[in-house]
Each structure stands twice: as C-alpha cells, then as structure tokens.
C-alpha cells in the first residue's frame, strides 16, 4: 500500500501553531469499513474527567486505558480496591463502560509504587486488583501468569485488528539515576537492563509473528520513541527498543503503533528506520483529568507537529479499504487539538 503522513494542528497550547476558535475538521466518523479506538492515561478519581460524555457520542468500537488509571501509589489492596471501585462508580464511566468495551494496562501509580518495577512487593496482589478492575474472569490464564500482558483480537467485515497489551512494570529492572541532577533517569549503557522481561519478550514475538491482522497496535504505557526528556522511556533501556524494533521488523507484522501514555502531555511521534518498512508512529495521549499545563519544551527527535499540554484523550480511526489510519487528539467537545494521519 502507498504510505504516507500528514500532519495538521488546530487548537493548541504552548504549541506553535495559530489558535483557532473552531476546528477545522470534526472527529473522523467514517461511514465505510474501519475500527474506531478511544483511548487515555493519568486519570485522578479526585478529579473530574469531562470527556466520558465525549466518548460516547463518538460511540467508538473500544475504549483503551494507557495506564495511572487510578493513582493510588499503595501496597494497602483495600486503599487500592478502593479507588479501582470509586473510578467504576462515577456514573459517566459507568454508562459508558456499558456501551462500549474496555481493555487496558497499568502504569506505576497504579501498579501500586512511583516509577516502580520488578521491586514493587506487592505487585501479585496488585494484579489481581487490575483485573478485577478490567473485569477479567476468574479462570482467566491471566490470573496465573506474572504480569498483566495479553492480546485481543477484533474481526470486523472489512478485516482485523490485533491489540497488543504491554506490561511495562512487573518485569523492568531499576533505572539510572542521572548523577549530574540534570535529569531523572539517563540510558542503561550496560545494556542489562529490561522493560518486558523474557517471559513476556516471547509472548510478544509469538503474537506478532503469527498475527494475520491488517493492524497491530501495542499499548505501551510508557512512551516507546521519545527518549530525551529524562523521565521514564523505553529510551532509558536503548537495548530494548532496538530488540522491539527488530521483533517488529522479523515478524512481518502489518500496520505496526504503538499508543502510550504517562506523561501528561500528547504529542506523535514517528521514525522511519531500515529496520522497517513503514513509519513506526507512537501516539502518546496524556492526560485525561491533570495535565502538564506549566511544559515549556522538551527534546523529541522523532516529534512530529507540536506538544498538547492540556486535558485531552486519543481518538485513532483505522480504515481497512485505504489502509489509513487517523490519529486526533481530542479535547472538551470532542475539539480536535491535532491531527496525523499515516497510511499504511
């Protein structure tokens, strides 16, 4: 297929492009055969989320948690319980959740510590709290595995969508501190390190060598490609992108992104390698109650438009006839903030 990108801005902030007081286009509703994902990360139960109502008017085919769900930062199950039930019960999630289906991963402030990883005691525990939250069944293999990571596949009359669900806690090892102060973290230069871990590397080289889909989209809570900013990134372990990188490529693996989340801010961004034959996009959607509103600029090599640093959600619309996929940034109102769009 013709590959191809294009990049357009609307209302933004701490952006470089003109505001406008209306978009120019609305949120992508396609008549013809495609599979329309909703998805969104850092999510205080303190806080109001506006945009459950915004969500079910688009009425997408699945809505998608990135991660910090709930932030309840605990090894107390019964605090962490607690908040899982208190998101289930505000009543716009509630309705929404019966109208459209939910998948999802965790990220650390749900996963129960700060940054947290393979050290966090009471993760097991944890786990089990997540999935019930998902509402995972009892004698589901995932009640038995370590970590959360699993696949769902959606079959559609115009072709099929495999989701990728990343667990980027359970398995990662400890992270460099900068000792210069400069930045949190630096990269691993011993290149020991893991985000995944073996167990769940072997997972997901199965599924994407042996996935017939038209798209193939990893849920990585934290962002795959922007790897400058000092906070948390597969960019910390720079061994381990290169081998997703590699296990994308070998598998021949169609319509390859990647949606992320954790950073409070929104933003695309897109490599081309050898290692692949089309762009590699992470759309990075953060976040749905609290965001990054005092972001004055950061390194992205691989950005592409500008930053959003206000209260948003993702909005991606994958059409099986052209073989493009539209990534929008939505605000209140289902505004658009920024749209890419890349063809596969």
């Known amino acids: ?30 008549e013809g055969s495609a599979f329309r994902i ?28 990135g991660g910090d769900n709930i932030y309840a930062d605990t090894n107390d199950m019964g605090k962490m319980r607690a908040m899982y039930q208190a998101q289930k019960a505000v009543p716009e999630y509630r309705q929404m959740a019966g109208k459209i289906p939910v998948i999802g991963t965790w990220d650390d402030h749900d996963y129960g510590l700060n940054d947290g990883g393979v050290e966090f005691e009471a993760k097991a525990a944890s786990q089990q709290a997540f999935l019930d939250f998902m509402d995972v069944a009892p004698d589901s293999p995932r009640r038995q595995q370590e970590g959360i990571y699993t696949s769902h596949t959606y079959v559609r009359p115009g072709g099929k969508v495999k989701i990728l669900i990343l667990d980027t806690r359970y398995f990662r090892t400890s992270l460099t501190e900068d000792p210069t102060g400069k930045k949190r973290y630096i ?33 990585s809570s934290i962002q795959v490609l922007s790897a400058s900013h000092g906070f948390e990134t597969w960019g910390n372990f720079p061994h381990e992108v290169e081998r997703l990188l590699g296990t994308i490529g070998n598998s021949g693996a169609r319509g390859v992104f990647i949606l992320s989340g954790d950073r409070h801010i929104s933003e695309f961004s897109r490599l081309e390698t050898k290692t692949l034959s089309f762009p590699l996009v992470d759309f990075t959607s953060s976040g749905l109650t609290h965001a990054y509103r005092s972001f004055k600029g950061e ?22 006839e052209s073989g493009e996929v539209v990534f929008q940034m939505l605000g209140d109102g289902n505004r658009v903030q920024q749209e890419l769009r890349q063809r596969y």
């Open 299 to 320: 390194a992205n090599a691989y950005r592409v438009g500008e930053v959003v640093a206000r209260e948003s959600f993702g909005y991606v619309v994958l059409d099986f």
């Open 38 to 65: 909703a998805f969104g990360s850092c999510n205080k139960t303190s806080l109001e989320n506006p945009f459950w109502d915004d969500i079910q008017v688009l009425a997408p085919d699945l809505w998608i948690w």
């Open 187 to 219: 990269p691993d230069e011993k290149r020991e390190g893991t985000i995944l871990g073996e167990a769940q590397w072997s997972w997901l080289e199965r599924e994407l060598t042996d996935s017939d889909a038209d798209f193939n989209i990893l849920v």
């Open 1 to 30: 297929m013709t590959r191809s990108v294009h990049i357009v801005c609307y209302l933004l902030i701490f952006a470089a492009c003109k505001p406008v007081q209306t978009p120019a286009v609305k949120p992508v509703t396609p």
